[in-house]
């Protein structure tokens, strides 16, 4: 009885680390913020040094925040020279739950652990369910400037799907927060779209989506045309591209660049033109990724990735493992 305890004590184990072992930085879960937000994947480059040990959010020895600094000041006293760009990647309706480790299925950490070079510090929040909160990823966001070496002039935002509707929510409530956004067949919920007027912004969308129609994508366009002059927007109908092809958009090395490419100190924040992405790119996102054939031999298969990544630190909390738990029970009783 004792063994096969400690053989399911040690696959446990293994399961927890599975995450961790290909990504080229660390990897960290994150419970939600204690002023509301989402647990969460924090991903460090390999040049981001030696990761300072990061407070649990959730934990009952967390230190409270200082209400009276803003989360640039208290980052720039922590860290005097911040220098790593923020991509947060926010996913699409079929990753929703509690279980974060299908947040590594698809996009921004997936392709990392493919082999994509994203020099950058990343966040991959879980959304349990509804649409994505601008409040929450907000606060989220806070916490990256008071715990990580962010330049907060280079913070980015993309998603599809319902984390495209997350992404432009997000971007249009806090314009001068984020310095560029890229939204892949999704749409927007805010009455007022006008703050997607004031930065750069790229919009994308498949004709031939049949989950998330094309109107959804167009209906911004039109609004933000009703709002004032769209000079800082690109926005691309794909011919016959289907909901799921736009996904291969997150493993091209363009997105990053394009992300990359914008600042909030540009003068007049122009977006760029410049650097392309179509069909032709997408239908070779995977070729040059060391691990493109674990990609492609696993696209249909349902639930979360098996990268390892190098480091793992799992802080589930207490309080959020009970939350979970009861949720869980409620569910199995309807």
């Known amino acids: 009885m004792n063994s096969k305890r400690l053989i399911a004590a040690l696959l446990a184990a293994a399961l927890i680390l599975l995450p961790a072992m290909a990504f080229p930085g660390n990897l960290q879960r994150k419970p939600p913020v204690k002023l509301d937000g989402y647990r969460f994947w924090l991903y460090l480059p390999d040049d981001y040094g030696e990761p300072q040990p990061l407070e649990d959010p959730d934990s009952d020895d967390a230190q409270p925040d200082n209400d009276d600094k803003t989360g640039h000041e208290a980052m720039v006293e922590r860290h005097e020279t911040p220098q790593w760009p923020l991509v947060i990647f926010l996913h699409g309706a079929s990753l929703c739950g509690h279980n974060l480790e299908r947040v590594l299925s698809y996009g921004t950490l997936d392709a990392i652990g493919m082999g994509r070079d994203v020099p950058a510090v990343v966040i991959a929040p879980q959304n349990p369910g509804g649409a994505w909160s601008p409040r929450k990823l907000n606060n989220i ?17 993309l998603g599809m799907s ?52 094309l109107s959804q994508s167009t209906s911004v366009v039109n609004k933000m045309s009703e709002a004032g002059p769209i000079d ?32 909030l100190t540009d003068r007049g924040r122009p977006v760029n033109r410049d650097i392309v992405i179509n069909q032709a790119k997408m ?39 009970k939350k979970n738990k009861k949720q869980s029970k409620r569910r199995r009783r309807r």
Request: charged share 25%; glycine share 10%; hydrophobic share 40%.
């Open 162 to 213: 319902l984390g495209g509707y997350g992404t432009l929510d997000f971007a249009g409530t806090y314009p001068d927060r984020i310095a560029a956004a890229m939204a892949l067949c999704g749409g927007c919920t805010l009455k007022d779209q006008s703050g997607l007027l004031k930065l750069p912004l790229w919009i994308m969308h498949g004709t031939a989506d049949r989950a998330v129609p």
């Open 141 to 157: 966001l806070d916490w990256a400037f008071r715990h990580c070496d962010i330049d907060t002039t280079r913070v980015y935002v």
């Open 283 to 321: 239908g070779a996102a995977y070729k040059d990724l060391p691990s493109r054939g674990r990609k492609l031999n696993r696209q249909a298969k349902a639930g979360p990735s098996r990268h390892k990544a190098r480091h793992v630190s799992k802080h589930n909390g207490a309080k959020s493992a």
């Open 232 to 263: 800082r927007l690109r926005s691309d109908w794909l011919p016959g591209a289907s909901h799921s092809a736009l996904a291969r958009i997150f493993y091209l090395a363009e997105t990053y660049e394009w992300l990359f490419a914008h600042r």
